[in-house]
């Protein structure tokens, strides 16, 4: 008896792995390129002063933060005068012009900043800077 319809070889099935591999690398490329922006910015929400001058700083820098209740931290994490005074002392001493940015809420010891700002000077860093925020106009 003759078949009407042709018989179908049946295929087994297959995964395509030329789109699979399109895809992995972009989302290597996406991790990449994404990763490169996220440099050490574990930071606390600190209150920083506004001012009308602001301007940003747009080099790679160490951040020193203090607390309304006078905490020091460096990267998100609280750390003792004795360690910042060593996080500070690698950090400038190769090139002494490397920029350290003091964020201070607006409500802390202004003594306690002084202090602060006069250990960073006595390991011979020059580039000090003060976080502030724009006023909004």
Known sequence: ??????EKHKQKPQIVVTNLIDVILLLVFFFM???SFARNQEKLPIDVPKAANATTMETENMTVQIAKNG???VAGKSIEMAELTSQIKTWVTNSPDRPIMVEADKDANYGRI????????????????????????
């Open 1 to 6: 008896m003759k078949k009407l319809l042709p």
């Open 33 to 35: 390129i994404t990763s």
């Open 71 to 73: 905490h020091i931290f």
């Open 114 to 137: 002084i202090h602060v700002l006069d250990q960073i000077r006595s390991f011979g860093a020059v580039n000090i800077g003060l976080a502030t925020r724009p006023e909004s106009k």
